[in-house]
């Protein structure tokens, strides 16, 4: 039997591209605040780790790390966000810190340590 090749690519690219009209796009949860993205990040990480660590995955299970792979773009988004935020803050304590501008200092501290605070706890 011999393989008709362009008629084989054909059928390939056709199949292909029915695979890529399958794929839903979900939203995700939004992440407002750096809270909410943290909570988001921390339970989106363990579904997605109970997911990748099975023995094998089912099309259902690439599906469901498809839809979750959303919400954790959405909290890494905000949270790099933040973590500019946080940057600039720490920046202002450290010139203020320098400058010995004592209510830069504290007002910028405090507010960087809520944030950061936030990351860690």
């Not at 909290?75 to 966000?81: G, H, K, S, T, V």
């Amino acid at each position: 039997m011999k393989l008709n090749l362009p008629l084989a690519l054909a059928g390939s690219l056709l199949l292909a591209g029915y695979a890529q009209a399958e794929i839903e796009h979900y939203r995700g949860l939004p992440a407002e605040t750096l809270e909410q993205a943290v909570a988001n990040f921390s339970e989106y990480n363990q579904k997605l780790g109970a997911l990748v660590e099975k023995e094998e995955l089912t099309p259902q299970d690439i599906d469901k790390v498809h839809e979750l792979t959303y919400t954790l773009e959405n909290a890494l988004e905000r949270i790099q966000d933040e973590l500019d935020l946080i940057a600039e803050l720490l920046e202002e304590v450290h010139v203020g810190s320098e400058t010995l501008q004592y209510e830069q200092v504290q007002q910028s501290g405090r507010a960087y340590l809520e944030k950061a605070r936030t990351l860690i706890e």
